[in-house]
């Protein structure tokens, strides 16, 4: 179900691909048209390929502690928080010191946000894990 999304808006990019790139459904008689689907073919893809960084709540972070949780299940949720932290730390990292045209407030401003919504997830489930812990003591 996860997948359902990521997969939605990449079928559509593909068709858009086929139609802008394949046929000549998109002439030059109408280039206001040709410009919107162009603009709706790269949104799909790129949100697309985005919502499956293995980030979450993005859905490839959910594909990941849905895999994770068959794997290892007593430790699927940190290992997931874990995760989503280093490479929301290896974005902020990159974007920060080498793509100098993405950085903005915004961005940082949501990719820390998500960083800190991981990190409350990390925190607890490791003060679950110390609470079962203590349990069976």
Same mark, same amino acid.
């Given at each position: 179900?996860? &997948? /359902?999304?990521?997969?939605? $808006?990449?079928? *559509?990019?593909? =068709? %858009?691909?086929? @139609? #802008?790139?394949?046929?000549?459904?998109?002439?030059?008689?109408?280039?206001? &048209? /040709?410009?919107?689907?162009? $603009?709706?073919? *790269?949104?799909? =893809? %790129?949100?697309? @390929? #985005?919502?499956?960084?293995?980030?979450?709540?993005?859905?490839?972070?959910?594909?990941?502690?849905?895999?994770? $949780?068959?794997?290892?299940?007593?430790?699927?949720?940190? @290992?997931?928080?874990?995760?989503?932290?280093?490479?929301?730390?290896?974005?902020?990292?990159?974007?920060?010191?080498?793509?100098?045209?993405?950085?903005?407030?915004?961005?940082? @401003?949501?990719?820390?946000?998500?960083?800190?919504?991981?990190?409350?997830?990390?925190?607890?489930?490791?003060?679950?894990?110390?609470?079962?812990?203590?349990?069976?003591?």
């Amino acid at each position: 179900v996860t &997948f /359902a999304g990521p997969a939605i $808006q990449l079928a *559509l990019a593909g =068709l %858009l691909h086929v @139609l #802008i790139f394949r046929t000549e459904f998109l002439g030059k008689e109408h280039p206001i &048209f /040709a410009i919107f689907i162009f $603009q709706v073919y *790269l949104v799909s =893809l %790129l949100w697309g @390929l #985005i919502n499956l960084i293995p980030i979450f709540p993005l859905d490839g972070g959910s594909i990941v502690l849905e895999i994770l $949780q068959r794997v290892i299940p007593n430790q699927s949720e940190k @290992l997931s928080a874990l995760l989503s932290i280093c490479l929301l730390i290896g974005i902020i990292y990159y974007v920060y010191n080498f793509a100098n045209q993405y950085f903005s407030i915004f961005n940082m @401003l949501i990719l820390g946000l998500l960083a800190i919504t991981n990190l409350e997830r990390l925190q607890r489930a490791t003060a679950r894990r110390d609470d079962s812990a203590d349990w069976r003591s």
